[in-house]
């Protein structure tokens, strides 16, 4: 089975996208993370079915109209998954594969962390606790559209996501959705030995939210959750990922966090991604 | 007296926004708009708590959504607890949020160091894109509101808490300095209306002993004069800036900054010493304290023109 191609004619198909998409999609991260300056490889690896799923099966978007008034918001509050988004974007046709090559390079529009100057991306992010707050705001300035946002598990240690979390609710925001990518872990290892999230669905329902526990990592079950809201109260989906999934080497480990690497180290992640695709599809 | 700013303002945007549904009004808890009636433009009304993180980023994301967002806090809030989201959100996102930013300088008096907002102009200045005002009063705040709706940037207005005289200074162009009195032996810069008034009142005890200055109101500190403000220093051996701020980063700043790169004139900066109010008091009160008065502003403009002994209140500046 081939890959079809992205086209621009067909915003939001209704087909669950094709496993060769994510296969790609990872081969794209690790290939910019053997570009001069590297990149977050473990956060955008675990991010790949949570976005593949909003942008072939749940958004409302289209690529060859990216600012179109009737779209959905997708705010990737943490930000250093960049390289993930910057991945799905061209593969949905928001701007040409060829171009995820410049990344982190000088003349780019791809840097670290997304700037609204790339296709489809609609507010610059990177600094932790921004995105639930914006999204309310696109939330309330049209309530017939729905707003998305995804954020890392380490990013719930930040006090703005309560703020906002507090005001969705209050709001009646029920076309805010919140992604959490509950991989586990951040830079200094555990969350649960950093700062303890856990009883995360506990705490989102004590703040007045619906909340969906899915295995991040299956585009079905995260189709099933972000398309069952329940009316008056926005949705969290607590998608438990693994942190640099599709990498055995590194998968689950907080060294999989940021990565520059090497030509032999590339050559064999390409490896094991190929493989793992090949069985996949057999 | 006028009604105080933060209230001529509100009357302003209620009005406004009856007529104009791209504009709405967050609030933080304050209690500026107890009992008002939007009317039709209640919707556009939203409350978001004591959360200003929150109360950012919704601005921010309604104004990437084609909205004019009236966002309501205190200065300090707005700037301090707030500042990442101005930063990120709304500055680095370019957005038309407009922050109403009451309780500016010593404006909150006796309730202390926790409520002055006394950096507030130093940060603002540095945000690129901003447009940073402080009306004299509230008929220049009324006139600042009306124009900041269309600007495709972010407006930070800086507001007080209480009444203020009116001042007799024409119409309040965004970005224009008011030119309020001519003298040929030394410039007062001021902004804000207290700073203002002082200055004023100095010209006239200057004058009465033979000293003219000239006083500019630079209610916009960003984008500033520079052309009206060193045609304003031109010639005089001295310029004195007065503000209700510290002195580091705010109209001080600026004036000095630009005059050292196009006509270096040596520049005194009257405005609240590197401290915290250690005392306590309404604003008046602390205005007297620490020398923002006419009184201390002409003993400085006499002592820079070598007329009379320094002012023994000085050192303190």
């Known amino acids: 089975m081939s890959v079809p191609a992205s086209t621009t004619d067909e915003p939001a198909p209704n087909e669950p996208a094709p496993v060769q998409v994510t296969d790609r999609i990872r081969e794209h991260i690790v290939a910019m993370c053997a570009g001069p300056e590297g990149g977050h490889l473990g956060g955008s690896m675990s991010l790949v079915e949570i976005l593949t799923t909003l942008y072939f099966d749940v958004l409302r978007v289209d690529p060859a109209d990216p600012g179109a008034a009737d779209r959905d918001i997708l705010i990737l509050s943490k930000g250093h998954g960049a390289i993930g988004l910057y991945a799905v974007l061209a593969e949905r046709g928001f701007f040409p594969v060829e171009e995820l090559a410049t990344y982190g390079r000088p003349g780019s529009r791809l840097m670290g962390h997304p700037v609204r100057m790339v296709p489809g991306v609609e507010v610059a992010t990177g600094s932790l606790g921004h995105g639930l707050p914006l999204a309310n705001g696109f939330a309330l300035a049209d309530r017939d559209r729905r707003c998305f946002v995804i954020v890392g598990d380490g990013e719930l240690q930040e006090g703005s996501v309560w703020e906002a979390a507090m005001s969705t609710a209050g709001l009646g925001l029920d076309n805010v959705t919140v992604v959490v990518d509950r991989n586990g872990l951040q830079i200094t290892g555990r969350t649960e030995d950093t700062v303890p999230l856990e009883p995360l669905a506990d705490r989102w329902r004590a703040f007045g939210w619906a909340v969906r526990e899915v295995d991040g990592h299956s585009e079905a079950e995260l189709r099933a959750a972000l398309t069952a809201g329940v009316p008056g109260r926005p949705l969290v989906v607590i998608a438990r990922t693994v942190k640099g999934n599709g990498l055995p080497s590194v998968q689950g480990r907080v060294e999989s966090h940021y990565a520059r690497l090497g030509e032999r180290q590339f050559a064999r992640a390409m490896a094991v991604l190929r493989a793992r695709a090949r069985r996949r599809s057999s | ?317």
């Not at chain 2, 993180?53 to 205190?74: C, D, E, Q, R």
């Not at chain 2, 009116?166 to 902004?191: I, K, S």
């Not at chain 2, 010209?203 to 960003?222: I, M, P, S, W, Y």
Request: net charge negative; glycine share 10%; aromatic share 4%.
């Open chain 2, 1 to 317: 007296m006028t009604p105080p700013a933060r209230e001529a303002y509100r009357d302003l945007l209620v009005k406004l926004m009856a007529d104009d549904p791209r504009l709405y009004c967050l609030d933080s808890d304050t209690g500026l708009f107890a009992g008002v009636d939007f009317g039709v433009a209640a919707g556009r009304y939203v409350n978001l708590g004591i959360a200003e993180h929150n109360l950012m980023g919704v601005a921010a994301g309604l104004a990437a959504s084609g909205k004019i967002p009236f966002v309501n806090t205190m200065a300090t809030f707005a700037t301090t607890r707030a500042l990442e989201s101005l930063k990120v959100d709304i500055a680095y996102g370019g957005l038309p949020v407009r922050i109403a930013a009451t309780h500016s300088g010593l404006s909150a008096g006796h309730l202390g160091p926790t409520h002055h907002a006394l950096e507030d102009l130093a940060i603002m200045r540095a945000l690129p894109g901003f447009t940073v005002v402080t009306p004299a009063d509230a008929t220049a705040a009324e006139e600042a509101v009306a124009q900041s709706v269309d600007l495709p940037g972010p407006v930070y207005l800086r507001l007080g808490r209480k009444a203020t005289p009116p001042l007799e200074a024409g119409p309040t162009v965004l970005g224009r300095v008011q030119r309020l009195r001519d003298g040929a032996d030394l410039t007062l810069l001021a902004c804000g209306p207290h700073p203002v008034l002082a200055c004023l009142r100095a010209a006239d005890l200057l004058a009465a002993g033979g000293v003219e200055v000239t006083v500019v109101n630079v209610h916009t500190l960003k984008p500033l004069d520079v052309e009206a403000i060193v045609a304003a220093c031109a010639g005089v051996p001295a310029v004195i800036t007065v503000e209700e701020h510290w002195r580091t980063g705010g109209l001080g700043g600026a004036v000095a900054e630009t005059l050292s790169e196009h006509a270096p004139t040596r520049v005194a900066r009257i405005g609240m010493p590197d401290t915290f109010a250690k005392v306590v008091g309404g604003q008046e009160h602390l205005l007297e304290h620490y020398g923002i008065t006419g009184e201390h502003i002409a003993a400085t403009a006499l002592s820079l023109l070598g007329g009379t002994p320094d002012d023994p209140d000085l050192s303190r500046v």
